[in-house]
């Protein structure tokens, strides 16, 4: 169990062919002030992290459920494989939105604990690995019903773009961040539609690079950056993973 300091979190969480690469879709602005849905935010994605130099084999970590659109259209556009990065968050004993650690998928899995929670009241080892105990329930129903037993992608040595539909505070990805890395990719990205600066700056130190087309401040709830942020359902999150196996 590691631990790290972070910022509490506050929690949100029709297939389109790719557009030619001389016709970008550009980020939101006073003009165009929300994403349509998250498609439409992983085509904007798309087109920015094709202009870096990502040495393949890449791969493509969507965080579910809501990451997984926007990370299927960067997935179509680099021609990458898609896998999902399975992380729960573990709320305060007295108010579940505010975090104090973060469960990573792994073999073995990896708990990031956040310094200031230990004294917290209620937040001891042993609440903690009760909550750790949980939540890789959760994590192992969730990797049973998406994955159905696929192999996880391969990340030592690659490429790895890390996609979610956007960040809060971001103490839930950086956690996730931090147990990729000892999983030696050979660089790391991570790519969201839409974060508050600071957050943006805060990630920036734990990857490679970091592409986020749109830093709004103030910054309301993520939901508020799109016209469609329905909740998926698990079906979605299997249908996405099924398309794009048809090309990796």
């Not at 999902?84 to 650690?101: D, M």
């Not at 016209?227 to 999150?237: I, K, T």
């Amino acid at each position: 169990m590691s631990r790290r300091k972070a910022a509490p979190a506050a929690s949100p969480d029709d297939a389109g062919d790719a557009l030619p690469r001389e016709r970008p879709l550009p980020a939101p602005t006073a003009d165009r002030p929300r994403y349509h849905d998250r498609r439409d935010a992983g085509r904007v994605l798309a087109r920015v992290l094709a202009a870096l130099p990502l040495a393949p084999p890449v791969v493509v970590l969507a965080l579910p459920r809501g990451g997984v659109p926007v990370a299927l259209e960067v997935a179509r556009a680099l021609k990458a494989p898609l896998d999902l990065l399975l992380v729960r968050k573990i709320g305060a004993p007295w108010q579940p939105e505010l975090a104090v650690a973060a469960v990573v998928d792994g073999d073995p899995p990896v708990t990031v604990v956040d310094d200031d929670a230990w004294g917290w009241p209620g937040v001891d080892v042993a609440w903690i690995e009760a909550q750790v105990q949980a939540e890789l329930r959760e994590i192992a129903r969730r990797r049973a019903v998406y994955l159905r037993g696929r192999a996880p992608q391969a990340l030592a040595g690659r490429s790895v773009v890390v996609v979610d539909d956007g960040i809060a505070t971001g103490t839930t990805v950086r956690a996730a961040l931090q147990a990729l890395r000892g999983r030696r990719p050979a660089r790391l990205v991570l790519a969201v539609p839409v974060a508050p600066p600071e957050t943006v700056a805060r990630l920036r130190v734990e990857v490679d690079d970091l592409v986020c087309p749109w830093e709004p401040q103030p910054f309301d709830a993520i939901g508020c950056f799109y016209d469609d942020f329905h909740q998926l359902a698990d079906d979605e999150v299997i249908a996405g993973l099924d398309e794009a196996a048809r090309w990796s």
